[in-house]
């Protein structure tokens, strides 16, 4: 893991993590280094990585460092231990083998991805939490999705966030369902353009959009002028959730 550190990051990365993290970046928060060596995936490869995740864990969310391994090469076995501890779960009693949360590590490596375009990574990183296969996900899948996501993100930010900076489930679910009001399930395709026009998500979409191949030039999407109505809700408390 040391060896990452002193190869450092390639090329103009710290500069383009800087600029993407938006007001994040103003407190000196930067991607950690044992995360951006994974970052350069095709969109091929990066499906190829859903059907491994898919295949090797089946009806469970942990992943050993050696099944990570197993993908990467072992000719990474350094870059996989740095990338793996930073997602490694608390063992607990038993001497058992210590696992990292496939659905975080997953969704970190989609939506941090600096090849594929911004839409691409959000339709695979909803692909990752279709379990039925439908090309649908419902509320549930949806929060699941967003609280993966956000523990994530938090784990490849250094210096990590604290829990206070982070919104809470609470704040999650009710997102959830705003996403998908009617109960669901909503196509993919139509959760991306809902997460393209919603403005509680805007910043961090705006961030991950300026790390894709297009880099600070990247398409980036404008929330609309909120109707008056939406207005009055945010000013009696509905703003939030936004905030957070």
């Given amino acids: 893991p040391s060896g990452i550190g002193r190869r450092g990051a390639p090329d ?3 500069e383009r993590a800087r600029e993407a993290m938006g007001v994040a970046a103003a407190r000196g928060v930067e991607i950690d280094l044992a995360v951006q060596p994974f ?6 490869e990066l499906n190829a990585f859903l059907d491994f995740i898919r295949r090797v864990c089946g009806g469970s969310v942990k992943l050993s460092k050696w099944r990570l391994a197993e993908f990467a090469g072992t000719g990474r ?3 996989v ?4 501890a930073l997602f490694e779960e608390p063992t607990g009693a038993g ?13 970190a490596l989609l939506l941090l991805n600096r090849t594929a375009p911004l839409e691409g990574r959000l339709l695979s990183c909803l692909g990752l939490f279709d379990f039925a296969g439908s090309g649908q996900l419902g509320p549930a899948d949806v929060a699941l999705l967003l609280q993966a996501s956000v523990a994530a993100l938090g784990r490849c930010l250094t210096p990590r966030p604290g829990a206070d900076e982070l919104p809470d489930r609470a704040a999650l679910r009710r997102l959830s369902c705003s996403a998908v009001p009617d109960g669901g399930p909503r196509p993919c395709r ?7 026009k919603e403005s509680s998500v805007r910043a961090t979409l705006n961030a991950l959009a300026r790390l ?3 880099g600070a030039a990247a398409d980036i999407h404008e929330a609309p002028e909120p109707a008056a109505d939406d207005e009055a809700e945010a000013e009696a408390g509905g703003g939030a959730v936004a905030e957070q």
């Fill in 77 to 79: 076995l350094a870059e």
């Fill in 39 to 44: 970052l350069c995936w095709s969109q091929e």
């Fill in 81 to 84: 231990a740095a990338l793996f």
């Fill in 95 to 107: 001497g058992r083998e210590a696992s990292a949360n496939a659905l975080q590590l997953a969704a």
């Fill in 190 to 196: 139509e959760l991306v353009s809902w997460a393209l």
């Fill in 12 to 14: 103009g990365v710290r």
């Fill in 212 to 214: 894709g191949p297009d």
